[in-house]
């Protein structure tokens, strides 16, 4: 019986770990203790920090793993890639998982493929970051050079934004580094594509609504597939092409984040990831959208069983989610919620409320609750979403009263 090791034990690997022993294959699990539901679906776990590599690496040699896998978890990216090296195994290559995980040496490669690249910069002092801001001369993000989950990314507006989070957002970043970019303003789109061989063939493309709220960097909503106009979406495709070929992604999944210059209409990459679209995206969204089962590739991709790129199909239906905050408070009420979730469209959830919960800041994407839903064209998408939020009466008492979820 082959071995296959798989790294992480939470929501978004439990269809890795299901797929392979579906497949007959002896799953190893590497995650820390916790409550952590694929722990109990692995024939064996090793309770280690599944991201420090040369740990995956020891225990990939101790067992004579015949693959090592992983998707959606950030995270694992490089520690996957370092110990699947070692082994000799199929992976990305640990040079090219830093390149996907490290912000400004993304965008620097971007800029010598020539592509456009926005204007941006790595800082490591409050003082490279207030010199960069004033050449820039107008509103810029920082972000970690190496974080996920949008954590620690914030809008600088002015030089005092960045004295009272510059040290904020340098504490999420593993190697101290923080990046700047120029702040615009457009449209956002995403493109999730398989690669094998080098070459790049995209799977499904969105449209991405992000909440109004300030340094809240997270999608309200994602729906596929774009409704973008035709020479856009033509665009965003080859756009796409050009930077996972150009990054190096030889074997994979990749998840890519744009966004359309309101004044020049330049296509500019945010963000590529050489894995599955996180929040189920890659694991339920993709599947509805083009009948390809990524867990199984994956896993075939990490045996070292594809040659090829896989048939799939494009656009089977209208889908995506739709996600709420909730307002800082104590729970009151789930009002709607059990009745928003038997909707016979509403395909899947995570929601994480409870009654008399205490909830907390929302700063982070994975505070989210967040319904993934199934219509046959955009316009029913959107009733769908419409019913949903009128259903959901969820309250939270607050010091300012009684205040119900967050839409936008």
């Not at 082959?2 to 797929?19: E, F, S, T």
């Not at 990046?179 to 070459?199: H, L, T």
Request: proline share 3%; net charge negative.
């Amino acid at each position: 019986m082959k071995k296959i090791l798989i790294l992480g034990a939470g929501n978004h690997q439990v269809h890795i770990i299901k797929q392979a022993k579906e497949m007959s294959l002896y799953t190893i699990v590497v995650s820390p203790d916790g409550d952590y539901p694929g722990l109990k679906l692995a024939d064996k776990v090793y309770y280690v920090d599944a991201t420090d590599g040369k740990k995956v690496y020891e225990i990939a040699q101790a067992e004579s793993v015949d693959g090592i896998v992983t998707d959606q978890g950030e995270m694992f990216v490089r520690s996957q890639a370092y110990a699947a090296e070692k082994m000799g195994l199929q992976g990305i290559g640990y040079e090219r998982a830093l390149l996907f995980t490290d912000k400004n040496a993304q965008k620097e490669k971007c800029e010598m493929l020539g592509l456009p690249t926005i204007e941006h910069g790595l800082v490591k002092t409050l003082q490279e970051a207030k010199d960069l801001f004033r050449k820039i001369n107008g509103n810029a993000i920082i972000k970690p050079t190496d974080s996920s989950g949008s954590r620690g990314v914030t809008k600088i507006v002015e030089e005092r934004d960045l004295e009272d989070n510059f040290e904020t957002t340098k504490a999420f970043s593993r190697d101290g580094n923080v990046i700047m970019e120029r702040f615009i303003n457009g449209p956002e789109y995403e493109v999730d594509s398989v690669v094998v061989n080098g070459e790049c063939k995209y799977l499904m493309h969105a449209d991405l609504t992000e909440f109004q709220i300030p340094n809240v960097f997270a999608c309200s909503t994602i729906l596929f597939p774009s409704m973008a106009d035709s020479k856009v979406i033509e665009q965003l495709i080859d756009t796409n092409k050009k930077t996972i070929e150009g990054l190096g992604l030889e074997n994979g999944l990749a998840h890519a984040e744009y966004i359309m210059d309101d004044a020049t209409g330049n296509i500019y990459l945010m963000e590529a990831a050489a894995r599955g679209g996180g929040l189920f995206l890659s694991s339920h969204i993709a599947e509805m959208q083009t009948g390809l089962n990524t867990a199984e590739f994956l896993i075939n991709l990490a045996l070292g069983n594809i040659k090829e790129l896989p048939e799939f199909q494009r656009e089977l239906c209208h889908c995506g989610y739709v996600s709420f905050y909730l307002p800082v408070g104590e729970v009151v009420s789930l009002e709607g919620l059990d009745e928003a979730l038997m909707l016979p469209y509403v395909t899947k959830n995570l929601i994480h409320v409870k009654n008399e919960m205490k909830t907390t800041k929302y700063t982070d994407k994975r505070l989210r609750n967040v319904l993934f839903l199934r219509a046959q064209s955009r316009e029913e998408l959107m009733s769908h979403i419409e019913e949903i939020r009128k259903t959901i009466k969820i309250k939270v008492k607050t010091p300012d009263g009684i205040k119900g979820p967050i839409w936008n």
